[in-house]
Each structure stands twice: as C-alpha cells, then as structure tokens.
C-alpha cells in the first residue's frame, strides 16, 4: 500500500469508526430506554390490578392466603398472559393466517395452566384428602380455575386487540399522511406545468417575430443579392426546424435533419469568398426512421465551426449510412483549426448531446471522438 492510500485508510478509519460508535451507542441508547418504559408500565399495571384483587378478596372474605401462594398463582396468570398474546400474534401474522396451528396452541396452554394449577394443590396443601374429598375438590377447582384462566385469556386478547388497533390505526393516519404529501407534491408539478405552459406560450411571441422579421430582410436583400437572401431563407427553414413540435416520443424524421444538414452546408459555403472542400456521403432510406432532434445536426456545425476546410489536401469528410434495420452510423473527419485550444471532448454541445441520447437510447449508442494532433474525428452509432 502506497502512502497515498494508506493516508486515506487512516483517514476514512479515523472519521468513519467514531461516527459509526457513536450512532451505534445512540441507537442502543434509545432502545433501552424504549424497553425499560414498556417494562415499568407493565409492572406498574400488574402491581396495581394484584392490589385491587387481593383487597377485593380481602374485604369479601376478610382473610388472606400466605403470600408465596398468591405470588406463585399471579405469576402463571401473568405468564399465561403474555403466552396467550404471542399465540394471538402468530395466529394472525400479516403474511400468513393460521388458525388451525393458533386454536391447537391456545388449547395446549390453556390445558398446561390448569395442570400446573391442580397439581400445585397438592404442593401446598399438607393433608391428605380422601377420594370422595379429591372429587369434590377437583370440580370446585375445575369450575373456579376455567373461570379464571378464561378470565386473563380475555384480558389478554383485549390488549392484543388494543394494541393491534393502534398499531393499524397509526399505520392508517401515516398512509394518509403519505396520500396528502403526494397530492401536495402533485399540486405543485402541475403548477409548475402550468407556468411552464405559459411561458412557452409567452417565448411563442418571440419565434413569429423573428420570423417576420428574417422574411422581411429576405425581401430586402433579395433585391440586391440573391445569394444572401437564399442564405437568409435556408436559415429561417433551420430555426423553424428546431422550434417545431416534434412527436409524442420526441423524435422527427431522420429525412428532416439530414435536410437541415443540407442547408447548413449550402449556408457554409456561401459564407466563404474561398471553396471548402468537404466530401459528403449519405446513404439509406432516410424516410423510414426517426431520430431525437438537432444530434447529427450539431454534430456536423462542429465541423464547421472547429474545422479547416479550406486545404483541398485534407478535405473534411462526413459519412452518414442507415440500414434497413435501423442501425445509423455518423462520421465526420476534418483538419485542424491552426492555433486552436478548442477542447471538442468537453463542450456544452457535446455534453448535451450525450445527456440527450441518454435518456432517449438508453445503452443502445456509441460516441466516441478521435483528438489528434492535426485531425479530429467523430463516430456516432445508433441503433433507431
């Protein structure tokens, strides 16, 4: 491990550790303290409800058992309680509803706590009773103790119900909670569409100005200079090209942009007192594909706006092919600018251009541009 590395280990392990510690103990923290409510809560309700009944028994009858024996049958009370309430919890699991495997498990512990409560009696009842007495005993115990364990069942289900019903209800108020932030969020989007809306309505002003305004120089220059006014013309054909509404998927014909190649081209070429050589092929039923908007269309103003295309040695090229599954393949090679530090891999055009084919061919293109010292190059492949 080189120094550079083993700085930013010791640095990643001295900043991320503590932090994680940190929220590790908080989180620990706030567990505990959780657990430790819930458990007070729950000693302070049993405390107070064994008070009532032992005074309840107390003022009734007037005498008490010996303490140990109400700890020992309070104690299985209380654990077939909380038994009773993970039965209730399995027996109605939100993925799966078994209740079937729920009632075999309530009978098994409802007939354990009567068992464990009849031979408790012999425990701590030092005579011993005839049969005639055990039969006696056994009905009184049975009726007694039926009604009692039924008793804490009931009570035990009534808090797995209270609590189940605040659980959904809680669940209930956050999902509409969540139905409100999206209706919120929804409100907003369409606010924001609808002030999208207006401002294009509002830049729509700006394009039927321009318009007007480049049809009446045409008229003006016409009279002078033809040239300049068929360039005046081909440039009104690309902007109206490039403000037009495209389809529903955002594309237009692949014949239309290579149209506007065309005129930008022919504008190029009269820009220039001197020829620019410039070889163009193009191939493929154009009309049959579509294509996202102004891709080949910058691609090609590079060309002129970085290249040299005045040495008839070195022409620029440019290559456009279509076959008929679809599959476009764009290429361009052109000469050098003298003195340029124009760094073509890194412009606004070319990022765009990429952040838009993208989303609209997603893993289904290749661009890739050549820099050398005197020539650039650029391949673009598309499967439409």
């Known amino acids: 491990m080189n120094n550079a590395k083993r700085n930013f280990y010791i640095s990643t392990t001295g900043l991320d550790i503590p932090t994680t510690m940190e929220s590790l103990f908080h989180k620990n923290a706030n567990v505990n303290f959780h657990f430790n409510r819930i458990l007070f809560i729950h000693a302070s309700c049993w405390t107070l409800f064994i008070c009532y009944e032992l005074f309840l028994t107390y003022y009734s009858s007037g005498r008490l058992e010996p303490l140990y024996i109400y700890l020992f049958y309070y104690t299985i009370n209380i654990v077939f309680f909380y038994l009773h309430v993970s039965v209730l919890n399995f027996t109605f699991r939100e993925k799966e509803t078994n209740y079937i495997k729920g009632i075999l498990f309530f009978l098994l512990l409802f007939g354990g706590n009567l068992t464990i409560k009849f031979f408790s009696k012999y425990i701590f009842e030092s005579a011993q009773p005839t049969l005639l007495d055990q039969v006696k005993h056994f009905k009184a115990f049975l009726i007694t103790n039926l009604f009692r364990t039924g008793y804490f069942a009931t009570l035990a289900t009534f808090y797995w119900a209270a609590d189940h019903i605040a659980f959904y209800r809680k669940?209930?108020?956050?999902?509409?909670?969540?139905?409100?932030?999206?209706?919120?969020?929804?409100?907003?989007?369409?606010?924001?569409?609808?002030?999208?809306?207006?401002?294009?309505?509002?830049?729509?002003?700006?394009?039927?100005?321009?318009?007007?305004?480049?049809?009446?120089?045409?008229?003006?220059?016409?009279?002078?200079?033809?040239?300049?006014?068929?360039?005046?013309?081909?440039?009104?054909?690309?902007?109206?090209?490039?403000?037009?509404?495209?389809?529903?998927?955002?594309?237009?014909?692949?014949?239309?942009?290579?149209?506007?190649?065309?005129?930008?081209?022919?504008?190029?070429?009269?820009?220039?007192?001197?020829?620019?050589?410039?070889?163009?092929?193009?191939?493929?039923?154009?009309?049959?594909?579509?294509?996202?908007p102004l891709i080949l269309f910058t691609l090609t103003e590079n060309l002129f706006k970085h290249g040299n295309l005045k040495v008839k040695l070195h022409p620029a090229i440019l290559r456009i092919t279509v076959t008929e599954q679809g599959e476009l393949n764009y290429f361009t090679r052109n000469l050098k600018r003298a003195k340029s530090d124009y760094k073509r891999n890194s412009s606004i055009g070319i990022q765009n251009i990429r952040t838009r084919m993208n989303f609209a061919y997603p893993e289904k293109y290749l661009l890739n541009l050549f820099d050398t010292d005197d020539f650039f190059e650029t391949t673009l492949n598309v499967s439409l």
């Open 171 to 292: 669940q209930s108020l956050e999902a509409e909670k969540n139905q409100l932030q999206i209706l919120h969020e929804k409100s907003e989007i369409e606010i924001r569409l609808s002030e999208t809306r207006n401002a294009y309505l509002q830049q729509q002003i700006n394009p039927h100005m321009l318009f007007n305004s480049l049809n009446f120089i045409y008229n003006s220059v016409h009279k002078y200079s033809p040239e300049a006014s068929h360039s005046v013309l081909l440039l009104s054909d690309i902007m109206r090209f490039s403000l037009e509404a495209t389809g529903t998927d955002g594309k237009t014909t692949l014949k239309s942009e290579i149209e506007q190649i065309h005129n930008l081209i022919e504008i190029n070429r009269q820009r220039y007192d001197e020829p620019l050589y410039l070889d163009v092929q193009i191939q493929g039923d154009m009309g049959k594909h579509d294509i996202i």
